[in-house]
């Protein structure tokens, strides 16, 4: 009996060294390694004379971890699965070093050509910056601030996207694409420069 006597006060220096990881500093550390970069020498860094430092490390540890096989798990999807494989059938057509800004001109075209609604009419939501987010997505420019309505609409297009893709007949329509793509005849592209431009991928052959 006396032996077991010790675990009681090591469950309660462990639970002490744990409840000391308060959010303050979990953000200061946080806050660090967004500014210095995620590494293992700047997490040493970070909680260099801090106390609990162990118990800091291995929550950060821990955190990332967790984050990695949530982003693993969602990754896992029928979508994401027809983006990479259409990604790879793209790099063998190599249409990125001729057409690389095409759908960012297009999106252009709309911003700066269309009539768009304000954002009393949209509840909030500014149409302007949401085109101008996938403008410079598409042409891989940094991304101006956008209100948190404005975020919240574009998060739940790309969802519906992404649930529209995940269907019957999308997989269909993207494998018949594919089919032709495939089984396509090659273009010479200095002779026939439109052909990139208006059709890319030969859909109207």
């Known amino acids: 009996m006396e032996k077991d006597k010790p675990k009681p006060q090591m469950e309660k220096s462990v639970k ?3 409840s000391a990881l308060t959010n303050p500093t979990k953000q200061r550390v946080l806050k660090f390694l967004e500014k210095k970069g995620f590494s293992p020498e700047n997490l040493k860094m970070a ?10 490390i291995e929550y950060m540890v821990n955190s990332c971890q967790d984050a990695e096989a949530k982003v693993k798990h969602e990754c896992e999807s029928l979508s994401f699965n027809n983006i990479n494989q259409w990604l790879e059938l793209m790099k063998t057509t190599q249409l990125s070093g001729r ?7 297009v999106v252009n075209s709309i911003l700066r050509n269309e009539r768009l609604p304000s954002e009393e009419d949209m509840n909030g939501i500014d149409l302007t910056a949401a085109y101008k987010f996938l403008s410079n997505a598409l042409m ?4 101006e601030k956008m209100s948190d309505t404005t975020k919240a609409f ?7 996207l992404i649930a529209e893709a995940n269907t019957d007949e999308s997989d269909e329509a993207a494998r018949d694409m594919g089919r032709r793509l495939h089984h396509g005849i090659e273009y010479d592209y200095q002779a026939q420069p439109h052909k990139c431009s208006l059709d890319p991928l030969f859909q109207d052959e």
């Open 140 to 143: 891989g420019k940094p991304q």
């Open 154 to 160: 574009l998060s739940r297009e790309v969802e519906q």
């Open 16 to 18: 002490k060294r744990k």
């Open 47 to 56: 909680t260099e004379n801090v106390k609990n430092a162990e118990a800091i």
């Open 99 to 105: 057409c690389e800004y095409e759908a960012a001109a």
